[in-house]
């Protein structure tokens, strides 16, 4: 019996295997934020290709949390009805269709990556002023934002509860909260970022304390029985920031506050980190979280071989795999890593007659 290809079951949604598609931003919504084709083939071929969750992209619950103007939203009932046939299309495969819901903070209002341009997008290229949680840009060349005060902090809870009850609506049947790579969440948490002084600032709680409203708020938007993740990133990769001890104590107060797994990335809220890429390099990461902090993890970054992730859940360093560009370079990657590793093809019908 393969670990990887395994069902994991959490709270009403079982997932047919550990493989999920990790969130990663295409880049090609209109400016209105809607999903477009390109998400409905993109996500419909991982779920065609095996992996049993498929995560969207970062999807912002205000206009002003998009990372560029080309991220999808999720804050209208508009886009309730534009993402009601890419969730069916996933779950007709027996995927498990998720969304990933976030604010991209200070780093809001940027080019996307092959736009010929890096930095910040002005009002007349359909830029916005971003918020964060002081008045600092991430680089000098990205927008100043605008600091959230404590009624702008209310607002963005209640928009990842609202968006987490369009999700529903939406045909979601599970939602993940971004807080890494120095996006909104994660620039409260870490001290590199976070330069408050009031109740949202100053010691590991004060920094916490947004994180874990807006989790508190969405596990009540969508009820008992629907899974929520959190992705965090459980370094930062820099002295004086926030580190792993930080993640084993802020994964505890999420599984209290009806988180269910900890989506373990790393980085992104300094860009001197010094990160040691490598295959699993952040494995150790989602291992020291499952361990000590006693929640399921999933772990992420350069898992490419079905003996790799195999090896992860078997030996119980974390109890999901996502992968991210290499489901990019392979969509099937679930179907040849279960023919590896288990006695029973997986391919649909429609495919069959390849093998």
């Known amino acids: 019996m393969s670990a990887l290809f395994t069902p994991l079951t959490l709270r009403g949604v079982t997932l047919p295997n550990r493989v999920a598609l990790a969130p990663m931003c295409q880049y090609s919504a209109g400016p209105d934020g809607l999903p477009t084709d390109w998400h409905r083939v993109h996500l419909g071929s991982r779920a065609v290709g095996g992996a049993g969750l498929i995560i969207t992209e970062a999807t912002a619950v205000v206009p002003e949390g998009r990372i560029s103007p080309q991220d999808t939203g999720l804050w209208s009932d508009a886009h309730v009805e534009a993402w009601r046939p ?74 990842f509860a609202t968006a987490a009850r369009r999700a529903l609506d939406a045909g979601f049947a599970a939602v993940e909260i971004h807080a890494a790579h120095g996006y909104l969440l994660h620039e409260f948490l870490s001290p590199l970022t976070n330069h408050r002084t009031d109740g949202y600032g100053g010691d590991r709680a004060g920094r916490m304390r947004l994180t874990l409203e807006v989790a508190r708020a969405v596990r009540a938007a969508v009820g008992e029985a629907v899974p929520v993740l959190t992705r965090i990133s459980a370094t930062d990769w820099v002295d004086g920031g926030w580190t792993i001890e930080d993640s084993v104590v802020l994964a505890g107060e999420l599984a209290a506050a009806g988180v269910d797994l900890v989506d373990t990335s790393s980085g992104g809220a300094s860009a001197a980190a010094s990160i040691p890429i490598g295959p699993g390099y952040q494995v150790p990461l989602a291992a020291r979280i499952r361990r000590d902090a006693g929640v399921l993890t999933g772990a992420v970054g350069l898992i490419v071989e079905p003996e790799q992730a195999e090896q992860i859940v078997a030996d119980g360093e974390a109890d999901l795999v996502l992968l991210g560009r290499e489901l990019l370079r392979d969509p099937y990657w679930p179907h040849r890593a279960a023919a590896k590793l288990t006695p029973t093809p997986t391919w649909p019908n429609q495919y069959t007659r390849a093998f």
């Open 86 to 159: 890419i969730t069916a299309f996933i779950a007709a495969q027996g995927s498990v269709p998720a969304v990933q819901l976030a604010h991209a903070g200070f780093k809001a209002s940027t080019y996307r990556p092959w736009a010929g341009h890096r930095g910040g997008v002005p009002d007349t290229e359909g830029g916005w002023t971003p918020v964060g949680p002081g008045a600092e840009p991430f680089l000098p060349d990205y927008r100043t934002p605008a600091a959230l005060d404590e009624a702008g902090i209310a607002a963005v809870v209640e928009a």
